[in-house]
């Protein structure tokens, strides 16, 4: 029997790496530079912008419905701010970004995100090329500002159900001296992660957590911005040089309600502020409070409501320009309508040094209220305590 020939094995050839991969694989180690943070804040608005619509339809279903338009706002003012400024090291770059969030996106996400920016770049201080360990401890500190600033923890159903997981992966990486962009991919799906696991929690922070049990279902807008802000960092590395996107927010000129600065005299009373999302409700609590006072002269009183622009929010600026307004060396009280005011002023109360006067206190009570009560104690000579005492009565007073 003849026997057959055995027929050639034909062996499959082992797959390869991508292109791709393989430019990746000998690419060298990127450079957390400061060239490197201005890639990011161009990738950054890349992405907000990409993404707006997305964001601002997840906000409008448990929020306020702007904040997308409100990232592409902030996130443009940062680009002109960075192009005119031209920060030199990455922790003045991210300061400087932390401060103009703050100072021109109105609702929860300006003090939010810059408290959380600007402390990382306080951290990171004079640093030009930090590590990945030093990137994740400094980012580390930011995460805990936010949470001292909104009272947020894990599980609440906020950005930081997003920041905190990315934040332990970078630093879990660092540890472990992977390299930058392993270390980055890691921070990226558990930030994710954590945005998508969002949606089975209930929202116990926020205007969304008004909504209770209903707002299990839908994921935080906060939380997927972080999981952008993350990926836009990881694009950062390879990405090519490129234009910032400098669209800034048209500067409003300086409303009518905020006066010259008082001299600083200890003679003076308690200077007060009204924060409200909007223009129209400040100055017609302020009217209405001025109104009910009768004959005695008036407290040193100034609004800042709105955006600059003419918009719905709250904005730093408007309320430091209307406490330095109204300061006549007793404090200022500052009475807020709803809570991104709130973490406004509390974020301008945490800068160092800050911005706000000497002795300027956050008052609690009703806006309407709150306003006639703290105006009155302030144009009859009260003290600080005394207006801040006539606040506690205000929000004690029930109506039935």
């Known amino acids: ?25 000998t690419a060298p180690e990127a450079a957390l530079d400061t060239a490197y943070f201005r890639r990011w804040i161009a990738e950054t608005n890349r992405l907000v912008r990409r993404d707006s619509a997305r964001l601002t339809e997840l906000d409008a279903v448990i929020g306020d419905g702007d904040h997308g338009a409100n990232l592409v706002r902030g996130f443009g003012a940062v680009g ?79 950005l930081v159900d997003a920041l905190a997981p990315a934040v332990t992966a970078l630093a879990e990486a660092g540890e472990a001296d992977r390299p930058l962009r392993e270390a980055l991919d890691e921070a990226v799906r558990a930030a994710r992660a954590g945005a998508d696991a969002t949606e089975a929690l209930e929202a116990r922070k926020g205007r969304a957590s008004y909504l209770g049990e209903r707002s299990i279902g839908h994921q935080d807008a906060g939380a997927n911005s972080v999981a952008l802000l993350m990926e836009a960092l990881r694009a950062a590395v390879d990405a090519p040089e490129a234009e910032l996107v400098t669209e800034e927010p048209a500067a409003a000129e300086e409303p009518a309600q905020v006066r010259e600065q008082a001299p600083k005299t200890r003679t003076g009373r308690v200077g007060i502020v009204l924060v409200s999302h909007s223009k129209a409700v400040a100055e017609s609590v302020a009217a209405l409070a001025g109104a009910l006072i009768g004959s005695v002269e008036p407290a040193p009183l100034a609004v800042a409501g709105g955006t600059p622009d003419g918009g719905i929010g709250t904005s730093a600026e408007l309320i430091t320009a209307a ?25 301008l109360l945490g800068e160092e040094p800050s911005q706000l006067p000497d002795g300027t206190r956050i008052v609690d009570a009703p806006f309407l209220e709150g306003a006639v009560a703290i105006t009155l104690t302030s144009a009859i000579g009260g003290d600080i305590d005394a207006v801040l005492a006539a606040a506690e009565d205000a929000r004690g007073y029930r109506k039935r």
């Open 323 to 347: 406490a330095r307004s109204v300061d006549e060396g007793r404090g200022v009280a500052v009475l807020c309508d709803m809570g991104s005011a709130v973490l406004t002023v509390n974020a």
């Open 80 to 158: 002109a701010a960075v192009a005119e400024q031209r920060p030199t090291t990455p922790g003045a770059l991210l300061t400087l970004a932390g401060t103009t969030l703050t100072n021109t996106v109105g609702g929860a996400s300006g003090p939010l995100f810059g408290t959380a920016l600007r402390r990382t770049g306080k951290v990171l201080g004079d640093t030009g090329t930090p590590t990945v360990t030093e990137l994740g401890a400094a980012l580390g500190a930011g995460l805990k500002s936010v949470q001292k600033l909104g009272g947020a923890e894990l599980g609440d159903a906020t």
């Open 1 to 25: 029997m003849t026997a057959t020939p055995a027929s050639p094995t034909t062996s499959t050839p082992s797959p390869t790496p991508s292109a791709e991969a393989a430019v990746l694989d």
